[in-house]
């Protein structure tokens, strides 16, 4: 395994398991990389900062203020040395994260270096959750992992068996070689491949209005799009995302457009179409919108229908099909059966390069899930199935077969 030239900037946090960092730093120096090393102050309890540099060739960093010499070293990189050492990072592994320190970046405290460089990080960051299973399975804890995943930080799962604790469950920290692999997995898709690359992507649902207070939506969470758009900005492109209604947070560094309606989004699309490199839909638009909007609340008749009638919405993914200026265009399909037949009539229809089709029936696969089962087929006919996996997974796939 060749990690020759990478930067890997490993973050200890005060647990038991903090003794597998060495092995994994040694891991890291093995493989070519170059490791830096920051901990917090509980962690020099676990582990002595004189092994983690001898072991890294580098001082570990500590002291959110270190002493510095004014006479030699007062530059302005010693003196915010967290945002350097954040930027200097091609992946920022957080191992083991104890549940405070968890807490400490869902909510953006930075009280030591650790936490504070990661938020200046612009790499990815692979969290390794360690600690006892009762913290680990309460409902704080558990809130804050998915606040994580939601931020976009990446996770790694803690393991089952024996605690610290001397009890047994969910929360040991993995093995130095397994978050090794995590490593080179999360590198492996994050190379900056797409720098300097323009991509426009849409997600989420529409909602089209009947009234001032109901719509016609469909149950996509956009998880999708933005896994999309924060894979895409990792690897270095310039994301703009155009998102109907969701919960999501923004990833960092994505411009993100809010619409509502099929029409606002058609809108924002044609704005920003030119001069893109890639653009991808995966935005589950409405096809139909109702002919007329109600004024204020729609009352209940006396009779026991009511018909709303409705229009086809403008297709956006064939406007731009019809009106490319040279970009990479991408088309998502949802399709039960002869998938193939209609993701290739799509692709006609559309002009599209490729298309990105998910079986709703299928276990892991559809709206709401984290997970997706893909399949993707280019207008050549080539067919590449995916086994089911997350949906930042798939966006990895997603943009590895564009390029
Ligand atoms: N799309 C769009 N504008 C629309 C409808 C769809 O841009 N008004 C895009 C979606 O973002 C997606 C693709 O078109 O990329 C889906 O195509 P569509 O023909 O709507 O496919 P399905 O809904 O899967 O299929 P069907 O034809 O069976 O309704």
Sequence with gaps: ???????????????????????????????????????????????????????????????????????????????????????????????????????????????????????????????????????????????????????????IEPESGELASGLSGVGRLPEAETIFQHTLNVLNGANRDLEGKKILITAGPTYEPIDDVRFIGNYSSGKMGFSLALAAMQRGADVKLVTGPVSLKTP????????????????????????NDIVIMSAAVADYKPKSVHKGKLKKSTGDNLAIETERTVDILEYAGKNNTGFKLIGFALETENEIEYALDKIKRKDLDMIVVNNPKVEGAGFKTDTNVITIIDKNGNKNEYPKMTKFEAAGKILDSIK
């Design 1 to 155: 395994m060749n990690l020759k030239g990478k930067k890997i900037l490993l973050g200890i946090s005060g647990g038991i398991a903090a003794y597998k960092c060495c092995e994994l730093v040694r891991l890291y120096k093995k493989s070519g990389a170059e490791v830096k090393v920051t901990m917090t102050p509980s962690a020099l309890n676990f582990v002595s900062p004189v092994t983690l540099s001898a072991l890294s060739g580098n001082e570990v960093m500590i002291n959110l203020f270190p002493e510095v010499d004014p006479n030699t070293s007062s530059t302005i990189e010693t003196k915010t040395w967290h945002i350097y050492t954040g930027l200097w990072a091609d992946i920022f592994v957080i191992a083991p994260a104890t549940a405070n320190t968890i807490a400490k970046i869902v909510h953006g405290i930075s009280d030591n270096f650790l936490t504070s460089t990661v938020l200046s990080a612009r790499s990815p960051v692979l969290i390794s959750p360690a600690m006892d299973e009762d913290m680990y399975l309460n409902e704080a804890t558990v809130r804050n992992v998915s606040a994580l995943r939601e931020l976009g930080y990446l996770v």
């Design 252 to 275: 960092r560094h994505v411009t993100r457009i809010d619409v509502n309606t099929a029409e606002e989004m058609f809108n924002a699309v044609k704005d920003n179409l030119k001069g």
